[in-house]
């Protein structure tokens, strides 16, 4: 069985950093610099999201009935689940490998975390 996947660019945007991203047997994977004062997400998955921190310090913050942080340490996954409005917060430039249980699709959810997104930059600008 031969094994193959292309990588591309993907979640890059300008101020937030670069991002790769590929599809492999159902599932979305990506590489993601992030710069630090940085965010990313702001959204909610209809597939539970999982990340791994490979350097720098970052956070997410979620939002099921009352808000929770979650900070990422290096070699740990976080999962954050189907459903839950989120937002992932830099504090230190990092690099993260994330995958969804399915493709990537998103939906903003606007008004959850504007506290957190004044004053930063993030994929909407």
Same mark, same amino acid.
């Not at 970052?58 to 989120?86: C, Q, T």
């Given at each position: 069985?031969?094994? %193959?996947? /292309?990588? /591309?660019?993907?979640?890059? =945007?300008?101020?937030?950093?670069?991002?790769?991203?590929?599809?492999?047997?159902?599932? =979305?994977?990506?590489?993601?610099?992030?710069?630090?004062? %940085?965010?990313?997400?702001?959204?909610?998955?209809?597939?539970?999201?999982?990340? #791994?921190?490979?350097?720098?310090? %970052?956070?997410? #913050?979620?939002?099921?009935?009352?808000?929770?942080? %979650?900070? #990422?340490?290096?070699?740990?996954?976080?999962? &954050?689940?189907?459903? &839950?409005?989120?937002?992932?917060?830099? /504090?230190?430039?990092?690099?993260? =490998?994330?995958?969804?249980?399915?493709?990537?699709?998103?939906?903003?959810?606007?008004?959850?975390?504007?506290?957190?997104?004044?004053?930063?930059?993030?994929?909407?600008?």
């Amino acid at each position: 069985m031969r094994m %193959a996947f /292309e990588l /591309e660019e993907w979640g890059t =945007f300008d101020g937030v950093g670069r991002g790769h991203g590929f599809k492999h047997g159902g599932r =979305f994977y990506a590489i993601l610099e992030t710069r630090a004062g %940085a965010y990313r997400g702001n959204h909610i998955h209809p597939h539970s999201q999982y990340t #791994l921190l490979l350097s720098g310090r %970052a956070r997410y #913050l979620e939002f099921d009935g009352e808000r929770r942080e %979650a900070p #990422l340490i290096r070699g740990r996954v976080v999962e &954050v689940k189907a459903g &839950v409005p989120h937002i992932l917060v830099v /504090e230190e430039d990092a690099l993260t =490998f994330e995958w969804w249980d399915g493709d990537f699709t998103a939906e903003d959810c606007a008004g959850i975390f504007e506290d957190i997104t004044r004053g930063r930059i993030g994929p909407n600008g």
